[in-house]
Nanobody, 116 residues
Framework: QVQLVESGGGLVQPGGSLRLSCAAS????????MRWYRQNPGKQREWVAS???????TYADSVKGRFTISRDNTKNTMYLQMNRLKPEDTAVYYC??????????WGQGTQVTVSS
């Protein structure tokens, strides 16, 4: 059973930084693409960023230039470095991963709150 576990969320002031981690049970080389999404209560889940093996990240316009997605195959972990955070970045952040056979897995989410 594949498990994805997010961590690194918390409360931060506007303009601050956080780094989210998504640790997988087993090798992440089985995942063709990994993504971050976020969601607020009553709203649809929103795509934030994606990264494929051997490729650079792609980003939603709302986070481009502020967030950086990366994956470390040696640690079986994906990251989301979030800089210059804004109150509108407040959400539960989820990691998602698709295998090469298009099976999709989700983590349980980690809360990010940007507030003074």
């Amino acid at each position: 059973q594949v498990q994805l576990v997010e961590s690194g969320g918390g409360l931060v002031q506007p303009g601050g930084s956080l780094r989210l981690s998504c640790a997988a049970s087993g090798s992440i080389s089985r995942f063709a693409v990994m993504r971050w999404y976020r969601q607020n209560p009553g709203k649809q889940r929103e795509w934030v960023a994606s990264i494929s093996i051997g490729a650079t990240g792609t980003y939603a316009d709302s986070v481009k230039g502020r967030f950086t997605i990366s994956r470390d195959n040696t640690k079986n972990t994906m990251y989301l470095q979030m800089n210059r955070l804004k109150p509108e970045d407040t959400a539960v952040y989820y990691c998602n991963a698709d295998t090469w056979t298009a099976i999709s897995y989700w983590g349980q989410g980690t809360q990010v709150t940007v507030s003074s």
